[in-house]
């Protein structure tokens, strides 16, 4: 009775001491997926409290502070209890044990072998670093439910350069950010180490990220300056314990800029000796930088052929400065000059396919993964596979330049996927995109995936709260491109939103069909660079006029009054005959090329039938129209779901999807009634006229160039 | 025994729960003065508890219920205890009582009443907005640890218009803004209303603040178009219940940026009805819109004159416009020609003393602080007073352009008040600059003080986390400015960091310093424009050509080798002349000038004794060396408030004044090595030499002039 008292009373003070400290903060999305909410199924989250009842280690290291500390505060959060860091595994219950052997057979340095051992959790690397992802690999199961009673996980990452690009200028701007300043407050370094640094390496170790180019590639030659390396040195600092090296985009005119030198010539013996001294410089400050990333003689940037020198001139100079350290160079291939009647599609190829093997070995050709730029849906860029002695690095982008911005939901995964399954034919039937650039095609020891951040000083980081999946994806793909976008929905879903089945299965559906309603409202069947001018916000089809011809959007559809789409068929531009037979023979012909890619490379009719029974002019009314109203099947299914979602995300999210169905239906508008001036045919009956003319439409576009 | 094993397990079991639910963040800053942390005077915490037991109100309204809300959210968080809304007072118990009273005499539409009336504490207001008021000055009664037990408070505003002014730009980026990114999300509006939006407006009512110009002055056409309107009115709607207005910095140019015409010349017919026209729309969607700002033929940007006709040309077209509606138009007086033989600091009376009296009755001139922009000391503008029949509103810089961004520690009322309490001897003696500009000298109805907001993105609102004062400052100052500097830091202090009152003396006593000491090791005796070319960041005393001859140092401290100073007495520019005689005087005698403006007015030999017993050069080395090392003491005190200060925030200021010592070395180094070649003297003996030579301090601002 008294005992009952006792416990009733306790059990009221607990209440009372919950209901005083209660989070005055909704969530508003700063912990991203490492949220560890506790886990509300009470038989799993004992199943769990028994399983991992300590911590056994003998290291003492950074790394391995770290990832104790994390393992401490996830499961403290999903179960409600500390977990106690020993020395040793304790008999009679069950833990976790850290086990580091440097000749571990079967996984790579940056591996891990995450197994049951006696009922212990065991982690097993060859590093520290190696432990501190197995460490968020076990956290990762905890999240979404997963039964850890059996674990044999063997895993080691397929790409061993996992990297994020900021696009991010030394005033603290982003260029093409939709989430805030740059994360990294220069004017504060090497003297405040904002708190956020952590997280942000935190978060990308958690999903195996190891490396950071901090500054924009259309680089500020500030950063090589010595006040800004000791800034840079600052950040490597803190990014180390966390297995996350610092590269930094470097200006190729540098010498000139900062050097007093006359010259960036890459021939030049004096340039050459101020890329050996800088290299130094850095070494000296920061002994694991990882290397320089280059944007050269690209939109105005200099570069070796300012000159008359090469690409493989420049990049192999540069080689030569960071070799002595391991350093390694990463060059861009995104060239191309302006030519009114060339086709842009082919200049990454025709400027880097000679060079092909006259690279030195730590150089790598940065490649995006289309061959113009970040369209909502692109081919293949040609260079993947084409290059067979260079090694060649996928540059997918994060933020939504072309991808409606923070404002539009757009799960990217499978996007990425649709890349890296593509068949390169290079190396026979089945050298996909993915075992191109993971090695396994041409044997490259240097191989290497980066993501355009989307990150910014937003709490939230990304601006859209779903937008985060999209960093996610990028870590989870660069360790292990088999991943299904399904599974990183899934995964995703459950450490940052809900655990809650049917919810989880709502936002999952969201998020993969997300991607193909972008495609469907802003540019289906091969449309592509059909956005406003200069800001790439919201659409501008009839752009004909601007500072490069290949900057509008007319050079791309080439829609006349006897149809719509490129040609980069032989009759054409022959952009296809840059790929293999096996691929090219893919898109070669309009009756059989896969819809979505038809105008990619065909000029058809608009009368032209499609296999689904409408003409070509039908089907693009059609998947205007289909596309804008997939958005609101977005808006009523994620109202469904807002039971098991945080308040602050969810009616962040839905205000979100208001303007997006309203940008949906702008884009629509202006595409249908664009086309419907070229094809001179009426919208078909069955779809609502739009509200308003052509020119009410164009009047919205031209308020974004106002400026 | 029993009892007492009860209570112990009990206090067990919350202190678990505790630990449990402890936060997860520490202070960071984003509560600004509003973080009702608990009370720790558990005497005073009882008393405040009696006197404050429940809320009784009568009316239904949204300032009301923001009322209620605060006090409930604040009451909360320092008694401990929700204090219930009732709708008549409770008997027996006391309570806080709203009143509204549309006659209330002794007080204007925006004061209040804050008395205690048998044991109650009634707030008496003409208005729900009043009513606000009253509340949150009940609050800092409570916040600052005062007695609420006789209450007699009975205030009004003494300034009409308490305004922030935002340099906020369409793209996001803020101009001279050093905290992030702006706060408003334009491409999320008018759907998504950012949670912070209410966080700021609380924040502005809390101090009076009642209007917000949300653009830049160097304005965008863009905010006029009916796409942006529709986002400012999404922003109005959510600041009306606060009483806030909004109001909008406009392009003078926009009849042909948007208007499609061919002239935006105030004469002109069309040019006319595009502005009415304008107006009536702003109108009907935001019908309490404050009305235009504008920034008129200065520094690039479009107004009458590019039509020959004048500012009252200009102006007056624009009121007219607003008229209708009770809106009105604020006239930027930071004009300026560019004259290498001229003296800027006369331009804005040249421009605007002939016009005087001509402006229509709902034009205010909006003036600077002092004659040119915004420097660390400045002497009055002379505008103040000479205006005797057109109102002039008073324009304070929040943000840090020149005074040292959001690294340095400069609390600014000290500046605004050696401002408010100049006397212009315009109206007689006693004409202080405060009573110019609240209308008392020259009975003026429309009254107005702006400061350019600090204000962005960063989690704690400023950067600067001590930076949070001076937007503080702004809002308390407008409305009383007879308050003191001290009196703001205490209230400041205990409201935002600490009630241990050795504590709030420490940090009191460093604001109070601050400014002086920022003045000492970058512009001393009166020296000023020294820093750098363009981003105004660090120290170029030896700039000698910029795009304009005023944009350089030298056209202002004028060192050579008979001495220093710019001479704006009689014998030189005459500036002087534009005081009133009584002002004019203070300054004109170089041997009776006041030393902290003695270069402002005289060029003066190196060798001129001082009342300091040293010499010019003696001691302009002396104030340079003095200042940077009183950076040092601000560093020591500030760690001696340590255990008072949450740790985030204690490590955000104390790193933020490691970067202030070093920038102070720079300046200091900057200064008497350049000065030291002018002079033709040596550093006194007893100052230690600067570690470096002036090439190598030269070179530091270089950097920051890489792109």
Redesign the interface.
């Known amino acids: 009775m ?1 005992l009952n ?2 416990k009733c ?2 059990i009221l ?2 209440f009372f ?2 209901m ?3 989070p005055v903060f909704a969530d508003d999305g700063y912990k991203l997926w490492l949220k560890y909410d506790p886990i509300k199924d009470t038989k799993l989250k004992s199943e769990y409290a028994v399983q991992l009842s300590f911590i056994a280690l003998t290291a003492d290291h950074p790394t391995i502070a770290i990832a104790v500390r994390e393992l401490q505060t996830g499961l ?1 959060g999903m179960l ?1 209890k500390s977990v106690a860091e020993v020395k040793k595994a304790v008999s009679g219950s069950k833990g976790i044990i850290f086990r580091i052997n440097a000749s571990e057979a079967g996984i790579s340095e940056e591996g891990f072998k995450l197994q049951t051992e006696n009922g212990n959790t065991v982690i097993t690397a060859r590093t520290e670093k190696g432990v501190l992802y197995g460490v968020f690999e076990l956290l990762r199961k905890v999240q979404t439910g997963q039964s850890i009673k059996n674990l044999s996980v063997v895993t080691s990452p397929k790409i061993n350069l996992r990297l994020l690009n900021h696009w991010d200028n030394n005033n ?2 982003i260029e093409r950010g ?1 989430a ?2 740059s994360l990294w407050k220069w ?2 370094l090497p ?3 904002d ?1 956020r640094y952590i997280e942000y390496a935190r978060a990308n170790a958690s999903i195996g990220i190891n490396g950071t180019m901090v500054n924009n590639v259309n680089a ?3 950063f090589l ?1 010595e ?2 390396l000791g800034k840079v040195k600052a950040m490597a600092d803190v990014f180390r314990p966390y297995g996350i090296k610092v590269y930094l985009s470097v200006n190729f005119a540098s010498p000139r ?2 050097g007093k030198l006359k010259t960036a010539d890459p021939l030049d013996e004096d340039v050459r000796k101020f890329w050996k001294d800088k290299a130094k410089e850095i070494y000296a400050l920061i002994p694991d930088f990882g290397g320089f990333l280059v944007k050269a003689n690209s939109e105005g940037e200099p570069g070796p052929m300012d000159y008359k020198r090469t690409h493989v001139d420049g990049a192999n100079m540069l080689a030569e400065a960071v070799k002595p350290y391991n350093g390694i160079v990463m060059w861009r291939s995104f060239v191309y000059a302006a030519d009114p009647n060339g086709d842009r599609f082919k200049a990454a190829y025709n400027e880097f396919k000679p060079f092909d093997g006259q690279f030195a070995d730590n150089v790598i050709i940065q490649v995006k993964n289309g061959p113009i730029d970040f369209m909502p849906r692109e081919p293949i860029s040609p260079l993947f596979g084409a290059m067979k002695k260079t090694p060649v690095s996928m540059e997918f982008q994060l933020t939504q330049e072309y991808l409606g ?3 539009h939901w757009v799960f990217e995964a499978p996007l990425f996927k649709e890349c890296l399954e593509t068949d390169t034919y290079a190396g026979g039937e089945g050298s996909t995109v993915a075992k191109v650039i993971d090695g396994s095609v041409y044997k490259n020891k240097l191989t290497s995936m980066v993501g355009v951040a989307n990150t ?4 939230n980081w990304t601006g859209h709260p779903m937008a985060q999946a999209n960093w996610y994806s990028l870590g989870r793909l660069a360790w292990d491109h088999n991943l299904s976008s399904e599974q990183i929905a899934d995964e995703w879903v459950k450490m940052s939103l809900t655990r809650n089945p049917q919810s989880v299965e709502i936002v999952k559906n969201i998020m993969l069909r997300s991607r193909e309603i972008y495609v469907d409202y802003t540019s289906p069947l091969g449309l592509h660079h059909l956005m406003g001018e200069g800001h790439h ?1 919201g659409p501008e089809p009839w752009l004909v006029k601007a500072p490069r011809p290949d900057w509008t959007a007319i050079y791309y559809h080439k829609a006349d009054s006897t149809g719509i789409g490129f040609n980069r068929t032989a009759t054409g531009s022959d952009a296809l005959g840059q790929y293999e037979p096996g691929l090219r023979n893919k898109y070669a012909d309009p009756d059989k090329c896969p819809m979505p890619y038809l105008m990619w490379f065909h000029h058809v009719s608009w009368d032209k039938a499609l296999p689904t029974g409408r003409n070509v002019w039908e089907e693009i009314v059609h998947k205007y129209y289909t596309g804008a109203d997939e958005v609101l099947w977005m808006q009523k299914e994620w109202k469904k779901a807002e039971k098991d979602i945080d308040g ?1 995300i969810y009616d ?1 999210v839905a ?2 999807l ?2 997006q169905y ?1 940008e949906a239906l702008w884009w629509r508008d202006s595409a249908v009634l664009y086309f419907k001036q070229q094809s001179k045919k009426e919208i078909p009956a069955q779809y609502p006229k739009p509200q308003r003319t052509i020119e009410e439409v164009k009047k ?1 576009v031209d ?2 160039h ?2």
Do not use: H
Request: glycine share 8%.
């Open positions: 008294i008292r006792l009373l306790c003070a607990l001491a919950q005083i400290a209660a403290n409600g603290g701007t939709y805030g300043m004017y504060e003297e405040r180490i708190p500020s030659a500030r300056t006040e800004y800029l900062i911005w923070a404002t910014g000083s937003d709490r916000f602050e962040n205000a979100r208001k303007t309203k919205i308020v974004y106002v400026r």
